[in-house]
């Protein structure tokens, strides 16, 4: 056996997974409820005891590898000059590499928010604006009040070359910890994310990771790489599923929904290039990578909003289909109440488990909207012609659902089925016609710690968790914490 | 968007005209519904030949992003191009808004086929003018008309 362990040290559970690498298989796993705010090493041991009846191996000798977004995860405040330009171009940097977003300041930082910004207690800074030769004055700004507000969160200096040099010595003078990284948005129409990423990465380990004592817990493992945000794992595995392993065929374009109890989050692995003639692309470039957070869009704390923004009668028509005739508007409201209050509630019966599905699937019809492009005809002296946003996720291959509704609800399909595009909304360049699958075991953050290392192995443990909604063979029982 | 040795030598040149030794940035892009990108795209190269940074933003090019990739870019200049005539549709509030963008100090310039009425062109440029544009070319004006202008307005040559 080639044994290979992966710790997820979430915001919710601690889990823990045991691959065979040379039988492409999930040996076993566990989950247990996150003690990050006691005792981050009460549910480490407790996992590693589950696990333990699955094998005879020492769990601490097997080579482990751990990402974790306990304790608030990677929390990040970005600052740049023009909101639909150096500040987006940053916010997506910063959620490419796993972070939480807990604060977005464009232009010249004022007093007031600055004390917004202080008040978020961001892990990191990421300070952008201008491109290599444009706008100096705004980010020399921003890095003088940076260093006057008495924070101290490391700060990545990654704006225009020409003065982020200046706008580190400023912070640094000031005692803080700066960076320099090469500007995310160097030109007007390119987005440059890697050093950006690769410091995010190290600073996550030096300071975060240590900061909230998962580092020193993950020294009892035989950790052979460096921790990394869950999202960042969830992002590999997107990618490596997208592209398959080297000399082998991927899923083409592949889209991730994790629908939570209070955020909805999109990953895709595609280009977004467009799927109909004739378009012409505008606004920033996309990368390959994508990944957005609605933090106001979860099935459980988040209910009454999905309400608000869908409408009761629309989430009606939904659970009706599953559950017919017995709903109405004023149930949904109700449950969405319900469930905004206790957010560990479990649907119990038809009628629940209906209006359950029909959030999720609200929730993830308008999440995947805000991620996806969109398109519009504009009639130009040459005739009509389509004007393309965003990423045109038309041609994705394949759906997979994360996220309690959609891994044990009855209605996974259903919910998924709010990603697809209706002949309702052909603006929105959602996908076509993709095939679904569901992470029931949550292991896609193990198949993303394992894929750079071992693509061959992770692909095909993947391809036999990941599974169809009509699968009714599992391989692994669904997954009750202990 | 690799810069020929010619417009580096160039841009050293005209850079060094400036006291704060910036290379001097325009943004340039056809504004409004027209899918015309020729006409700009024969700027573009003019310009950076000339020596200036050129931010490009191609064809079907809102307002509000001429101005957002000035702001961005720290722009000496906007150049605008029309070419389908509904330029008044597109450019009426430009200068306005450029001013509200705290843009007022950048040099607005237009070109093209501004608009579609038998051309009466001291009234058209009358009218552009009216809207913020500090300078207004009627087609068929050379680039160097414009980079000359320009140099002029940005007090890099006399």
């Known amino acids: 056996m080639d044994l290979a362990l992966a710790i997820d040290f979430g915001s919710t559970f601690t889990k823990g997974s045991l691959f065979d690498l040379a039988q492409q298989r999930v040996v076993g796993i566990a989950y247990q409820p996150s003690t990050v705010e006691s005792d981050v090493a009460i549910g480490l041991h407790a996992v590693l005891a589950r696990l333990k009846q699955h094998t005879s191996h020492d769990l601490t000798r097997v080579p482990a590898r751990v990402c974790s977004s306990a304790a608030g995860g990677l929390r990040m405040v970005v600052v740049g000059l023009v909101p639909s330009l150096s500040l987006e171009a940053a916010q997506r940097a910063a959620l490419g590499a796993g972070a939480k977003i807990v604060g977005a300041f464009g232009h010249k930082l004022s007093r007031s928010v600055l004390s917004s910004l202080a008040a978020a207690r961001p892990d990191l800074i990421l300070l952008a604006g201008g491109i290599d030769g444009g706008d100096e004055e705004t980010i020399l700004h921003n890095a003088r009040a940076l260093a006057e507000l008495g924070l101290a969160s490391p700060v990545i200096v990654a704006g225009n070359q020409f003065v982020a040099e200046d706008c580190v010595s400023i912070l640094s003078r000031a005692g803080r910890n700066a960076t320099l990284a090469a500007n995310i948005l160097p030109e007007i129409d390119r987005i440059e994310v890697g050093e950006v990423h690769q410091l995010i990465r190290e600073l996550f380990v030096k300071h975060i990771t240590q900061a909230k004592g998962i580092e020193r817990v993950a020294q009892e493992l035989n950790l052979v790489t460096p921790i990394i945000p869950t999202p960042a794992a969830v992002l590999r595995a997107c990618q490596l599923l997208a592209e398959g392993p080297p000399k082998r065929a991927g899923l083409g374009d592949v889209v991730i929904v994790d629908v939570g109890g209070a955020t909805t989050d999109v990953h895709s692995a595609s280009n977004g290039a467009p799927t109909r003639p004739g378009v012409i692309r505008r606004g920033l470039p996309e990368l390959f990578l994508k990944r957005t957070v609605e933090g106001d869009l979860g099935v459980r704390i988040n209910a009454m909003t999905i309400v608000e923004r869908i409408g009761a009668d629309a989430i009606c028509d939904f659970a009706n289909t599953l559950h017919p005739g017995g709903l109405n508007a004023d149930d949904v409201r109700a449950y969405a109440e319900r469930v905004s209050d206790d957010p560990n509630h479990v649907p119990r019966g038809a009628q629940e488990a209906a209006l359950d599905a029909a959030l999720a699937r609200s929730a993830i019809r308008i999440a995947i909207q805000r991620h996806a492009g969109s398109v519009k005809e504009v009639y130009t002296g040459a005739g009509l012609a389509l004007v393309q946003y965003g990423k045109d996720l038309g041609d994705v291959s394949t759906v997979i659902g994360v996220g309690g509704v959609i891994a044990y609800g009855e209605h996974g399909e259903f919910a998924l089925q709010g990603a697809v595009s209706t002949p309702e909304a052909p603006v929105a360049l959602i996908p076509n016609g993709p095939k679904f699958l569901i992470d029931q075991s949550y292991l896609l953050y193990g198949i993303g710690l394992l894929a750079e290392e071992f693509p061959d192995a992770a692909f095909d443990i993947a391809s036999k968790v990941l599974l169809p909604p009509s699968s009714s063979s599992q391989l692994l029982p669904p997954v009750t914490p202990a | ?158």
């Open chain 2, 1 to 158: 968007m690799n810069s020929p040795e010619s417009s580096m030598k160039q841009s050293g040149e005209v850079a060094a005209a400036r006291p704060s030794g910036r290379q001097p940035v325009i943004v340039l892009g056809t504004i409004g519904h027209d899918a015309h990108i020729v006409g700009s795209s024969v700027l573009r190269f003019a310009f950076e030949e000339a020596g200036f940074r050129v931010v490009f933003l191609g064809a079907v090019v809102p307002p509000e992003e001429f101005i957002s990739a000035a702001k961005e870019s720290a722009a000496d200049a906007i150049l605008v191009s029309s070419m389908y005539g509904m330029g008044r549709i597109d450019c009426a509030d430009f200068g306005d808004k450029c001013k509200e963008a705290g843009l007022g100090h950048v040099k607005l310039y237009l070109g093209g086929i501004l608009v579609t009425d038998p051309e009466h062109w001291p009234e058209t440029e009358a009218l552009f003018k009216g809207y913020g544009f500090d300078r207004v070319y009627p087609p068929q004006t050379k680039a160097e008309t414009a980079i000359s202008d320009l140099k002029k307005d940005l007090g890099l040559s006399s």
